[in-house]
């Protein structure tokens, strides 16, 4: 019989990465670099796999540390294939000082890498190793545009939609509602009342704020109304729900299946909103996206599109997969296309994310 695998080596990098152009949001202000922290688990055979998280540009040390000097030595020499016992040795390994922070992060980040190895291993992609649905996912462009006045982002979303997109989300939470109320109406009128049109707070808000800004909103017929307040609110977001008559999107900063849970059974969202890079990843947002479609709720993303696109294309009650604006593209071999508003999950085995390490070196920290 056989020996299995095992795993060798675990390889942590981390990179600060300048973006195109500065971008801004109603929380987060402006950014101008965001950090890549990758994992690769390389077994005993020789075959590998990529993972990889993301920040806004502060807290990439902490993850990278976590991931070298608490988890790659705990899970050196273990079955790599077994990602399920891997996933929950970890979490509760690192739970009295993780459950979340740059402890999930790092997690994500080696889950993903476990599930490409093991994509790889088998000769298929990751969305058909993960039961497979359609490889063709509807997108939104995601876009980090808070600071643009409404011609400016009407100009923006004609750059997008000769780029491939057709469905577009924008930024709120504007010192001034009628602002937001403002940009909306240009998106409108230069597009049209069907074009799917998302907006997204970045949890600006209190419930009141929340409310009274989502019945502001009603006239533009949104496909949702994202992150309005923080996450740790259940209760508000189920009023705002209510009171403000319409959709809500949340769960980018949720970072567990249990904390989505608590949020579902409020009653509080709409389209749960995991970030495979944040939330646990592979693992835990499968778990989440079965979680919602029990509760018949369709289930969209945040970030990290190129292996997000497997995910949702593994997914029958996936919605809209967003588009990132971090700029990710420029340092992969073969980034993903956006045709008529859809991208297509690739055929390649694993995830198949390469990443380009030589214009990646000189970002390195």
Avoid at 161 to 173: L, P, S, T
Avoid at 310 to 338: I, K, Q
Wanted: charged share 20%.
């Amino acid at each position: 019989m056989t020996a299995p695998t095992t795993i060798d080596t675990i390889r942590t990098d981390h990179y600060l990465v300048p973006l195109p152009v500065p971008l801004e949001d109603s929380m987060h202000g402006k950014m101008t670099h965001f950090e890549v922290v990758t994992a690769t688990v390389t077994d005993s055979d020789g075959a590998s796999g990529t993972g990889y998280t993301y920040t806004c540009g502060i807290n990439g040390g902490a993850v990278a540390d976590t991931l070298r000097r608490e988890m790659a030595p705990h899970i050196l020499g273990r079955d790599p294939g077994l990602i399920e016992a891997i996933w929950k040795d970890l979490w509760w390994h690192c739970h009295y000082g993780g459950r979340g922070g740059p402890t999930v992060l790092a997690l994500s980040a080696l889950d993903m890498a476990l599930w490409d190895l093991k994509a790889i291993r088998a000769g298929m992609p990751l969305w058909r190793l993960l039961g497979g649905y359609d490889p063709r996912v509807p997108c939104y462009m995601g876009g980090v545009d808070l600071h643009l006045a409404p011609q400016a982002l009407v100009e923006q979303t004609h750059r997008n939609f000769e780029a491939g997109h057709r469905h577009i989300k924008i930024k709120c939470g504007r010192d001034r509602l009628r602002e937001d109320v403002a940009r909306m109406d240009a998106m409108r009128e230069a597009f049209g009342p069907d074009m799917p049109l998302m907006t997204d707070a970045n949890m600006k808000y209190t419930v009141d704020e929340a409310i009274r800004a989502a019945r502001a909103f009603r006239d533009f017929d949104l496909t949702w109304f994202e992150e309005p307040i923080p996450p740790d609110h259940p209760a508000g977001h189920a009023r705002i729900l209510t009171e403000g008559g319409i959709p809500i999107a949340t769960g980018e900063n949720l970072r567990s299946p249990w904390e989505f849970k608590t949020l579902i059974d409020s009653g509080g969202v709409s389209f749960p909103e995991p970030d495979v890079t944040n939330c646990g990843g592979v693992t835990a947002f499968m778990k989440i996206a079965r979680l919602a479609e029990a509760h018949h709720l369709p289930v969209t993303s945040h970030g990290a599109h190129d292996i997000t696109v497997h995910l949702l294309a593994a997914c029958p009650n996936r919605s809209y997969m967003e588009t990132h604006s971090f700029g990710l593209d420029r340092y992969v071999e073969t980034p993903l296309t956006v045709t008529e508003g859809h991208v297509t999950a690739p055929e390649t085995p694993g995830h198949g994310i390469v990443f380009d390490r030589d214009r990646l070196e000189p970002l390195r920290v």
